[in-house]
């Protein structure tokens, strides 16, 4: 079997998306806060382990994020993993809106970043490097406490679909 070399100039962006998209993943909210003690959450589904010792994980944010700059700025920020039944949470964080967290009833690390409710589990991270990825930043941090619920079912997202176990 040959791969035929793609020519960058007549890539269509859309049809990569949906090529992308066979790949199933998690889905995640990676929530901050800003200087002004202002919450910011995301839905990410490109989350993933890097390393066990140190503990490292990466994800990626788009440059024009509304929070992206909340992201650059504080180095913390915590990792919430949904579970199979909180799909519209996913799409809260998804949508653009004022109060992103309106509604949930959150717990919140030493350094006042957002716990959401009901997750599969979490991962308290500081930032160690950011890198260039294109039309994204791509974010590797430092794990520095989690908990996780074995017993709780995953949410996933595959095809531009969520799906659950």
Same mark, same amino acid.
């Given at each position: 079997?040959? &791969?035929?070399?793609?020519? &960058?100039?007549?890539?269509?962006?859309?049809?990569?998306?949906?090529?992308?998209?066979?790949?199933?993943? !998690?889905?995640?909210? &990676?929530? %901050?806060?800003? +200087?002004?003690?202002? /919450?910011?959450?995301?839905?990410?589904?490109?989350?993933?382990?890097? $390393?066990?010792?140190? =503990?490292?994980?990466?994800?990626? +944010? !788009?440059?024009?994020? @509304? $929070?992206?700059?909340?992201?650059?700025?504080?180095?913390? #920020?915590?990792?919430?993993?949904?579970?199979?039944? +909180?799909?519209?949470?996913?799409?809260?964080?998804?949508?653009?809106?004022?109060?992103?967290?309106?509604?949930?009833?959150?717990? #919140?690390?030493?350094?006042?970043?957002?716990?959401? =409710?009901?997750?599969?589990? /979490? #991962?308290?991270?500081? %930032?160690?490097?950011? #890198?260039?990825?294109?039309?994204?930043?791509?974010?590797?941090?430092?794990?520095?406490?989690?908990?996780? /619920?074995?017993?709780?079912? =995953?949410?996933?997202?595959?095809?531009?679909?969520?799906?659950? @176990?």
């Amino acid at each position: 079997m040959r &791969i035929t070399e793609i020519n &960058i100039v007549d890539f269509d962006h859309k049809d990569f998306r949906s090529a992308l998209g066979c790949f199933g993943t !998690g889905v995640t909210v &990676i929530t %901050t806060r800003d +200087q002004d003690n202002r /919450h910011y959450g995301v839905t990410v589904s490109s989350f993933n382990s890097v $390393s066990l010792d140190p =503990p490292l994980i990466l994800w990626s +944010q !788009g440059r024009e994020a @509304p $929070s992206h700059k909340a992201f650059k700025e504080n180095a913390h #920020f915590v990792v919430n993993v949904l579970s199979a039944n +909180q799909t519209e949470v996913s799409n809260q964080f998804a949508r653009p809106s004022d109060n992103k967290f309106e509604g949930l009833t959150c717990t #919140f690390t030493e350094n006042g970043v957002a716990i959401l =409710p009901e997750i599969l589990g /979490h #991962f308290e991270c500081v %930032t160690e490097n950011m #890198f260039d990825g294109g039309d994204h930043i791509i974010f590797l941090a430092k794990v520095i406490n989690y908990k996780h /619920h074995p017993d709780t079912d =995953p949410l996933f997202f595959w095809r531009g679909k969520y799906i659950t @176990p």
